[in-house]
């Protein structure tokens, strides 16, 4: 357990969430960035996990890694769909278009690449898809299956333990290289913003920072310092340029992807970087720090929740987007908070646990049975064969949009 890390986590969460509901308006469009910390420390982790049974068992298996992590996700993650699907049953279905294969694809750790194929990017689809921001999930579980095929065959053709390491190191960070390469030439050169955002060799860059910095810490383990003020002050300034990045960034823009996020994950590096030289022996925070602390130990379960609690409470609930906001990082804190309770009770086969599930089966199934095949927004334009340009932009420009029935309306005034 890393000290610190959960508040920073906490952190990265609150301006991914900030991202989703403001970058629409022009405030914080570059908030996407913070994904690259969560890489870099997934990376981090993972590999360092990967070396632990190394050294204890003298190999890795595969099988077991990849299945520990499935296990990891995959729960809170259907948990999730679950809840999100009953809920969705409360609001206009006419809304969910698409909703069968979106679901599917979330459940299989595929949103990524059907987004890839599909060319629905976060800023140029007309139907709310609930599980989009599952794309990240699935990303990271493909790395993840990676990764320990990478350090088996670099590890088992070194003869000691240190050629093992520097081999592995050399792989990880020319892995990083070449993806940063395919970050510049997809998002840069070729401009294909959805492929450069979206799949796992082109986004592979951070996570391999991550484990870069495992395996040179294996190499050249820390030494006790007295003098903490560097490592406090690069760990402040690293996160205050990623927040600098967020504001100046956005998704469309080719900077983004030529240099931004590689240089947000060798920021996210920096941070890991002084948070593990801040280690002390203490296994607990500074009271002014446990309430992030706390947080980021749902961070997960918030990441899932509160997007698709965003997109429903848009369409049932006329208040203000700061209030909003609130209100659903609220609810996603306590929902995972409570998803976490409920997991472990389905661990332990508690009987009310498994009846809970089980209702929220009912309304869940219903909607996927109710939601249609495509948005009657583009049916609309089929049907009266509408300029769709005029309309497109101002909905996407504005998904809080709730005067969906007016716009149809001139829409058809209009043909």
Not at 377 to 392: G, P, R, W, Y
Request: with cysteine.
């Amino acid at each position: 357990w890393i000290v610190g890390l959960d508040a920073l986590r906490a952190l990265a969460m609150f301006f991914i969430v900030a991202y989703h509901f403001l970058h629409s308006s022009g405030v914080l469009t570059g908030g996407f960035i913070f994904i690259e910390f969560f890489l870099v420390v997934s990376g981090y982790l993972m590999t360092a996990k990967l070396l632990r049974e190394y050294g204890k068992n003298g190999q890795v298996s595969i099988l077991r890694f990849i299945g520990g992590r499935i296990l990891r996700l995959w729960p809170a993650m259907l948990l999730t769909m679950l809840l999100m699907l009953a809920l969705a049953y409360l609001t206009p279905h006419e809304l969910l278009a698409g909703l069968r294969p979106d679901s599917l694809a979330a459940a299989l750790f595929s949103t990524n690449i059907v987004e890839i194929i599909s060319g629905n990017g976060y800023e140029n689809t007309i139907s709310p898809n609930l599980f989009k921001h599952f794309w990240f999930v699935g990303l990271e579980l493909q790395l993840c299956v990676l990764l320990p095929i990478v350090l088996t065959l670099t590890i088992m053709s070194a003869g000691s333990r240190k050629s093992a390491l520097r081999r592995s190191l050399a792989v990880t960070v020319a892995l990083s290289l070449v993806s940063v390469g395919l970050m510049a030439a997809y998002g840069g050169l070729w401009r294909q913003g959805d492929r450069a955002y979206f799949a796992p060799d082109v986004q592979a860059f951070g996570f391999f920072m991550g484990a870069s910095l495992a395996l040179w810490r294996q190499l050249h383990p820390l030494k006790a310092r007295r003098r903490r003020f560097g490592a406090s002050l690069r760990l402040i300034l690293s996160f205050v340029a990623l927040f600098i990045l967020s504001i100046l960034l956005r998704y469309d823009e080719t900077r983004a992807y030529c240099w931004g996020m590689p240089a947000a994950a060798l920021l996210s590096v920096v941070a890991l970087a002084s948070l593990l030289r801040l280690q002390r022996r203490r296994t607990t925070m500074p009271r002014v720090f446990r309430p992030l602390e706390f947080l980021g130990k749902f961070s997960f379960g918030v990441y899932l929740i509160h997007y698709p609690l965003m997109i429903l409470l848009q369409r049932v609930v006329n208040i203000g987007l700061p209030l909003r906001m609130v209100l659903v990082i609220a609810l996603s804190l306590l929902l995972a908070v409570s998803a976490v309770g409920l997991l472990e009770a389905l661990a332990r086969r508690q009987v009310p646990a498994m009846i809970m599930v089980s209702l929220l089966l009912i309304p869940a199934v219903m909607t996927l049975v109710a939601s249609p095949k495509e948005s009657p927004i583009m049916q609309e334009i089929s049907q009266n064969k509408v300029d769709s340009s005029d309309l497109t932009i101002r909905y996407v420009q504005n998904p809080d949009n709730t005067g969906l029935e007016k716009a149809l309306s001139e829409a058809k005034q209009h043909a």
